[in-house]
């Protein structure tokens, strides 16, 4: 068994849509938030947090201006100060990464998988996040960010895929992109001999461009969409759908019609039956390996220390 | 939280209404923070299973959420109350933009059957932890509320309840043209809560 | 007949089963025409566009608005109650507890349900009829009941920002207010006057001994950051000849001096002594760097020559990787690589094999030419081996970072201003370079995300060159404006911070005070 105790637990996304390129960098940003927030790396969503610093920081400009001319020192004591520091430090952590993605996929061609590890190093994490994104596909509409980031998050939180994971302590979160050898990637450092972890928890998301006919169905008809996104919930219904899957979406029948076999050759870079391979022999004159690129900042987990205590206030309605 | 630290194992009725009655206080917050419902800086941070959650630190909304609580422990202890739903409806056009809704299955036999029912309340708090999680997550695909908003409680009960005093009844208030999505739910062994939320179907 | 009447009706009020058409109102029936008066304005024009709601709300004798709704449904048929006598005969629905909403879903869908059904799946069916009935179902078998009093509004004039909050552009790159303080005047401002506007020199070294080595013109001048005194270490004997570069010993007692008459001379400094005199070059020597015992010296030739200090043939190698003036010269901290940068925008990394006579081993490991100037600002990062980073000159502005394990590119990044030096701070693990036109600043990045942490201004001319306190926490740069000025950009401790506040601030204090040419 390739991956050891665990097999992979997979989800499966459908679009009826195309997905532009730039957009395969959101569904990338905006996974790397669900997952840190969701295994609790950080305390609150990445929203939330760049909020609670908006206001802080205003607090804080407020002070500054009653005290010009002093020398600010950092008032807060210890312990504060690191945490402090934590918070700043993993949003401009995640604010890099989500930065460099961006600039990645609209730099950068043939991005078909991205990896997300937990743990001390990305070798061998204790959670790994593999997130297939849609190979070529040139027919359909063209679907915008918000169609999109909510058709991806109406699944992947109604499959509900991490409810049931045990806590997590604190970790490092690693961002790997798979790209072509020769790509022109920057700030991520090319790791040729990265193969994906075989062990610990290994989670696949697949997302799939469905276009052609159910895309025109579904134009025409005008049902309420009300029926689509029972999609997610009812799975008998995911692998109807999926198995008419056209021409165009050759390059993801690996990893719909048969998980397991898609995911074995995941950790092995180039193999003739690996959707990888399939992918690179659409593309002309390329170089026909891809290797993983990793990221050189990781995101430090850290709790929210600063949080007061329950409120009993709250509670004593009852006397 | 005072009578169900003391029994750790077995649940009664007591206990678990008071679970589930500040599961509700803290979910509505953590609703009217997300949603921006009231500003941010009027909330303030607190550790509750073991998460980070906002909660407001505006004192005629928490005598207001106290009231609404008050009687819906209540009605937890009767076990009549069927739902609790959170509306969330446009300031001017009082159109109802979003609704998030409690399911609460009661196990009625649970004032007959003097059975105990056993669950540890590390358990419990890890599902409320997983709900909560879910319900803040949700953020990423409900459309963003451009509005300023209002938000009204509406409790379900038996229909044989009796309208107190202070409450009144009240339609619904469905929107037209919804989705949903089903959440989590957390079960005390005696009280059951699913989760699901619904919103405007934008497109 | 009328004798009757009376028995009729004390056997109709003392009739149980039939409802009651006299007598006060039931309390529900009050509660309920009270807030409908309340709403009476507001329903005229509902009423008018969904009839059918307003006819099925006139039966007001149902327990609840919603077991009206049930007349159709249920089959079973409660007695139709009529409307009773003694109550208003206007019956105004409450908009807010009327089910618009449930009764226009079921008016619309009636006839789509059915159309639906047949195109949908079973499980689809059965699913969406859960779901229904769960959302809308139960709303038949409950009571639906809100507290009266509403809760509060938000404050006024709140503006809800999540629209702002959850569309921002996640590009980091303005400037993100520091965690820090970093003050935004220099903590002291000293006269330089003469010195050479010339952007190939390296004028600038702090020793290890905290002494600053500043070469104004012909003289090199040694300012002692702890106590404030300065002394003038040498003066060329030539008045044509100026020194061109300044490199000072791991140790803090020699100082290196590269001079216009090419060249490399080697100062005790304690003793004022100058106890080397080396030549070889053949122009200018304006970059100088140390690797233990080994000088490596750059010239305005190309070339670059090796010096081992402690033997009288001290020349033991020659470099000729550029075509032009060598400007930038550096040693990587564990002393494998030496970095090179030129004129001709190359940047050439070496090997630390040194000693070997053929000429083999002259040719650099990598040539980098990205850069589109000159490259003088080369810089190692102190906690992470094989990392260099680089500035280019007017044309190019980029600081590029390099892996020099693998010889491969990681970033670069626009700074839109001419580089000329460029410090790694390891205790904030940030980036500070220096730059020209237009603003003269200097710039602290966070690294590696490379956002900006703070812009330091105030020279009036281009910054030349840059040098960092043994303590790590003050950058000194040198401007052609004929001044340095000394930045505490990375201080740690807000204790001496307090220290150092009485130190007077912006203070001009002439270099000249200590000797006069």
């Known amino acids: 068994m390739?991956?050891?105790?665990?097999?992979?637990?997979?989800?499966?996304?459908?679009?009826?849509?195309?997905i532009k390129g730039q957009l395969r960098g959101n569904i990338v940003t905006e996974m790397l938030k669900y997952v840190l927030y969701q295994r609790q790396q950080i305390p609150q969503t990445y929203e939330q947090l760049k909020q609670q610093e908006q206001l802080k920081q205003q607090e804080q400009s407020k002070q500054d201006k009653q005290q010009e001319g002093?020398?600010?020192?950092?008032?807060?004591?210890?312990?504060?100060?690191?945490?402090?520091?934590?918070?700043?430090?993993?949003?401009?952590?995640?604010?890099?990464?989500?930065?460099?993605?961006?600039?990645?996929?609209?730099?950068?061609?043939?991005?078909?998988?991205?990896?997300?590890?937990?743990?001390?190093?990305?070798?061998?994490?204790?959670?790994?996040?593999?997130?297939?994104?849609?190979?070529?596909?040139?027919?359909?509409?063209?679907?915008?960010?918000?169609?999109?980031?909510?058709?991806?998050?109406?699944?992947?939180?109604?499959?509900?895929?991490?409810?049931?994971?045990?806590?997590?302590?604190?970790?490092?979160?690693?961002?790997?992109?798979?790209?072509?050898?020769?790509?022109?990637?920057?700030?991520?450092?090319?790791?040729?001999?990265?193969?994906?972890?075989?062990?610990?928890?290994?989670?696949?998301?697949?997302?799939?461009c469905n276009q052609g006919s159910n895309a025109l169905e579904a134009d025409l008809t005008n049902?309420?969409?009300?029926?689509?996104?029972?999609?997610?919930?009812?799975?008998?219904?995911?692998?109807?759908?999926?198995?008419?899957?056209?021409?165009?979406?050759?390059?993801?029948?690996?990893?719909?019609?048969?998980?397991?076999?898609?995911?074995?050759?995941?950790?092995?870079?180039?193999?003739?039956?690996?959707?990888?391979?399939?992918?690179?022999?659409?593309?002309e004159g390329h170089d026909s390996e891809f290797i993983w690129y990793q990221a050189p900042v990781s995101v430090r987990g850290f709790r929210d220390k600063r949080a007061s205590a329950k409120m009993s206030s709250c509670m004593d309605i009852w006397a | 939280m005072a009578a169900s630290t003391c029994q750790k194992n077995a649940i009664t009725l007591k206990g678990s209404t008071e679970?589930?009655?500040?599961?509700?206080?803290?979910?509505?917050?953590?609703?009217?923070?997300?949603?921006?419902?009231?500003?941010?800086?009027?909330?303030?941070?607190?550790?509750?299973?073991?998460?980070?959650?906002?909660?407001?630190?505006?004192?005629?909304?928490?005598?207001?959420?106290?009231?609404?609580?008050?009687?819906?422990?209540?009605?937890?202890?009767?076990?009549?109350?069927?739902?609790?739903?959170?509306?969330?409806?446009?300031?001017?056009?009082?159109?109802?933009?979003?609704?998030?809704?409690?399911?609460?299955?009661?196990?009625?036999?649970?004032?007959?059957?003097?059975?105990?029912?056993?669950?540890?309340?590390?358990?419990?708090?890890?599902?409320?932890?997983?709900?909560?999680?879910?319900?803040?997550?949700?953020?990423?695909?409900?459309?963003?509320?451009?509005?300023?908003?209002?938000?009204?409680?509406?409790?379900?009960?038996?229909?044989?309840?009796?309208?107190?005093?202070?409450?009144?009844?009240?339609?619904?208030?469905?929107?037209?043209?919804?989705?949903?999505?089903?959440?989590?739910?957390?079960?005390?062994?005696?009280?059951?809560?699913?989760?699901?939320?619904?919103?405007?179907?934008?497109? | 007949m009328a004798q009757y009447n009376f028995e009729n009706e004390l056997a109709s009020v003392l009739k149980m089963d039939a409802p009651i058409t006299k007598g006060p109102m039931m309390r529900w029936q009050r509660k309920l025409n009270e807030s409908n008066t309340c709403n009476n304005s507001m329903n005229c024009s509902m009423n008018k566009s969904l009839g059918m709601n307003a006819s099925i709300n006139t039966s007001t004798t149902a327990k609840t608005p919603k077991k009206s709704l049930n007349k159709s449904l249920n089959s079973k048929g409660s007695k139709t109650p009529k409307t009773p006598k003694g109550l208003g005969d206007r019956f105004i629905p409450n908009r807010s507890s009327t089910q618009f909403d449930l009764s226009h879903y079921k008016v619309m869908n009636t006839d789509t349900e059915n159309a639906q059904d047949e195109t949908m799946s079973p499980s689809k069916r059965d699913f969406q009829k859960g779901m229904s009935d769960n959302l809308h179902g139960d709303a038949l078998n409950a009571k639906i009941m809100s507290y009266q009093t509403k809760a509060p509004p938000a404050p006024e004039g709140y503006q809800n920002n999540l629209k702002v909050l959850y569309s921002q552009n996640k590009t980091p790159g303005s400037c993100r207010k520091a965690v820090r303080h970093i003050p935004q005047v220099p903590e002291r401002i000293l006269d330089a006057p003469e010195i050479l506007d010339d952007y190939y020199l390296n004028l600038l070294d702090w020793s290890v001994n905290n002494h600053l080595a500043v070469c104004l013109g012909g003289n090199i001048y040694l300012w002692n950051a702890t106590s404030g005194n300065i002394q003038q270490l040498l003066s060329m004997e030539n008045q044509e000849d100026y020194v061109s570069?300044?490199?000072?010993?791991?140790?803090?007692?020699?100082?290196?001096?590269?001079?216009?008459?090419?060249?490399?001379q080697l100062w005790d400094?304690?003793?004022?002594?100058?106890?080397?005199?080396?030549?070889?070059?053949?122009?200018?020597?304006?970059?100088?760097?140390?690797?233990?015992?080994?000088?490596?010296?750059?010239?305005?030739?190309?070339?670059i020559h090796h010096h081992d200090v402690r033997v009288p043939q001290h020349h033991i190698a020659t470099l000729s990787g550029h075509t032009q003036e060598v400007c930038g010269l550096s040693w990587s901290p564990d002393g494998k690589y030496l970095a090179s940068g030129g004129n001709d925008n190359m940047l050439n990394i070496w090997p630390a094999i040194i000693g070997s006579q053929d000429n083999s081993n002259n040719t650099p490991l990598y040539t980098f030419s990205q850069h589109q100037a000159a490259v003088k600002a080369l810089a190692w990062c102190p906690w992470q081996p094989s990392l260099l980073a680089s500035g280019g000159g007017t044309a190019d502005r980029h600081i590029r970072f390099w892996n020099i394990n693998s010889g491969s590119s990681l970033n670069a990044i626009d700074t839109k201003s001419q580089v000329c030096s460029i410090l790694w701070s390891k205790e904030y693990k940030e980036l500070i370079s220096g730059h020209g036109f237009a603003q003269n600043q200097l710039c602290i990045w966070k690294y590696p995300t490379m956002t900006k942490v703070a812009e330091l201004t105030g020279h009036t001319a281009r910054i030349l060159h840059m040098a960092m306190s043994p303590d790590g926490t003050t950058v000194v740069s040198g401007a052609a404006d004929e001044t340095l000025r000394l930045w505490k950009c990375f201080g740690v401790d807000p204790q001496k911070k307090k220290e150092q506040k009485s130190s007077t601030k912006g203070t001009s204090s002439s270099l000249m005070r200590g000797g006069i040419r």
Not at chain 1, 134 to 149: D, N, Q, R, T, Y
Not at chain 1, 250 to 263: E, K, Q, R, T, V
Not at chain 2, 48 to 56: D, E
């Open chain 1, 70 to 208: 002093e020398t600010l020192q950092l008032k807060r004591k210890g312990p504060q100060k690191l945490q402090v520091r934590k918070l700043s430090e993993a949003l401009e952590n995640i604010e890099a990464l989500f930065h460099n993605i961006n600039q990645a996929f609209s730099n950068v061609n043939y991005i078909n998988q991205v990896v997300i590890t937990l743990g001390g190093t990305p070798i061998s994490p204790k959670e790994t996040y593999i997130i297939k994104l849609p190979g070529g596909v040139f027919e359909g509409s063209i679907l915008s960010k918000k169609e999109v980031i909510q058709t991806l998050f109406r699944t992947l939180i109604s499959q509900d895929l991490l409810g049931d994971f045990r806590n997590m302590s604190t970790t490092n979160s690693y961002v790997l992109l798979q790209a072509p050898r020769n790509s022109e990637m920057q700030w991520f450092e090319p790791k040729a001999a990265y193969k994906l972890p075989n062990r610990g928890k290994i989670i696949e998301v697949s997302l799939v």
């Open chain 3, 245 to 264: 570069s300044v490199s000072w010993i791991k140790e803090g007692n020699y100082l290196a001096v590269g001079t216009s008459s090419s060249e490399v």
């Open chain 2, 19 to 203: 679970t589930v009655s500040e599961f509700f206080m803290y979910g509505i917050n953590s609703i009217l923070y997300q949603r921006g419902i009231y500003p941010p800086e009027t909330f303030t941070r607190v550790q509750k299973y073991g998460l980070t959650v906002l909660m407001s630190t505006d004192e005629k909304l928490k005598v207001y959420l106290q009231q609404v609580l008050k009687q819906v422990k209540d009605w937890l202890l009767d076990t009549t109350l069927q739902k609790l739903v959170i509306v969330i409806k446009s300031l001017d056009t009082n159109e109802v933009m979003e609704r998030w809704q409690f399911n609460v299955e009661c196990d009625k036999t649970v004032k007959t059957d003097s059975k105990p029912r056993e669950k540890s309340e590390k358990e419990i708090q890890k599902e409320i932890m997983g709900v909560i999680r879910q319900i803040t997550a949700s953020v990423t695909f409900l459309p963003l509320l451009e509005t300023a908003c209002v938000f009204d409680i509406l409790a379900y009960t038996d229909k044989d309840q009796d309208v107190p005093e202070t409450w009144g009844e009240a339609g619904p208030h469905f929107i037209a043209n919804s989705q949903e999505v089903r959440l989590r739910s957390f079960t005390t062994t005696i009280h059951k809560v699913d989760a699901m939320v619904a919103y405007r179907n934008d497109d």
């Open chain 1, 2 to 18: 390739p991956f050891g105790k665990h097999s992979p637990l997979t989800c499966l996304v459908e679009f009826d849509g195309i």
């Open chain 3, 269 to 303: 400094v304690e003793n004022q002594k100058r106890i080397r005199s080396m030549t070889g070059h053949v122009a200018r020597v304006g970059s100088l760097s140390w690797n233990s015992y080994v000088l490596s010296s750059g010239s305005r030739s190309g070339n």
């Open chain 1, 223 to 283: 049902v309420s969409s009300s029926d689509f996104e029972i999609s997610g919930i009812s799975p008998l219904e995911i692998s109807t759908v999926s198995t008419e899957g056209t021409l165009c979406n050759s390059l993801n029948d690996m990893s719909i019609n048969d998980s397991s076999f898609a995911s074995q050759d995941v950790d092995k870079e180039v193999s003739p039956n690996s959707p990888d391979a399939m992918a690179t022999s659409d593309v």
